[in-house]
């Protein structure tokens, strides 16, 4: 079956544009994660959906990162005035609840900015 | 603040061999913990989950153990191939579902 998609797969930008990343959770599942990594580093957390609300929103790094989601399907993560340190992989996963202890992953957003 | 700590040098092992890999957490309790393995360019998969009443958990050739006294997991892989090859990142996870992630280690199995 299908898993969680994202898109763009890699994203190079010029510091100051806004980029939008798209990600397309497993049907059915409520849960929907972003996550940040850099090169070498951990995941960190930014932001956890359950249905179209966000009850957690403390990783977001700064008032120019923002993400909705519609439904229990598609989320938009928008970085706005885009920064060099914002470039990093962009990963989204899903799960069918919060509670549902496992994430399925996607392959990640490759962000660029120049 | 919380810490997770994973080996951060590369552990290269020979094919047949056991590779054991640590992850220390410090300033929390976790629920439970995971390991997930991830390969170059792809996002992570989850491997095994073991709770923090259950000392020993097992999949095939993994074993993973948790020390909630020691704050401490291991994850060991026996009679180790070269597809093991990957950098497996443990994450203790606390009773709302909340995943922290360590950095991971990464893991070269040679033929």
């Known amino acids: 079956g299908a898993g969680v998609s994202q898109s763009p797969s890699n994203k190079v930008t010029e510091k100051g544009k806004d980029v939008e990343l798209r990600c397309d959770p497993i049907s059915g599942h409520t849960a929907l994660y972003w996550y940040r990594q850099r090169l070498g580093q951990g995941l960190e957390f930014l932001i956890y959906?359950?249905?179209?609300?966000?009850?957690?929103k403390s990783g977001l790094p700064s008032d120019r990162f923002s993400a909705e989601r519609t439904g229990e399907s598609v989320s938009t993560l928008t970085i706005q005035r885009t920064q060099q340190e914002d470039s990093a992989v962009y990963l989204c996963?899903?799960?069918?609840?919060?509670?549902?202890?496992?994430?399925?992953f996607g392959p990640g957003t490759r962000l660029l900015v120049l | 603040s919380q810490k997770i700590e994973q080996n951060s040098e590369a552990l290269n092992i020979q094919e047949g061999k056991t590779a054991t890999l640590t992850c220390n957490y410090t300033?929390?309790?976790?629920?439970?913990l995971q390991w997930y393995r991830q390969d170059p360019g792809r996002g992570p998969v989850f491997l095994l989950l073991?709770?923090?009443?259950?000392k020993e958990k097992r999949k095939e050739r993994l074993k993973v153990t948790f020390d909630t006294t020691l704050k401490q997991s291991l994850f060991h892989i026996t009679a180790s191939q070269p597809a093991d090859s990957a950098t497996y990142l443990c994450a203790p996870t606390d009773s709302w579902g909340k995943l922290q992630f360590g950095a991971g280690t990464q893991v070269v199995v040679t033929p």
């Open positions: 959906f359950q249905g179209n609300s966000a009850p957690d």
């Open positions: 996963a899903s799960s069918p609840d919060r509670y549902q202890e496992t994430q399925y």
């Open positions: 073991i709770r923090e009443n259950e």
């Open positions: 300033n929390y309790s976790p629920a439970y």
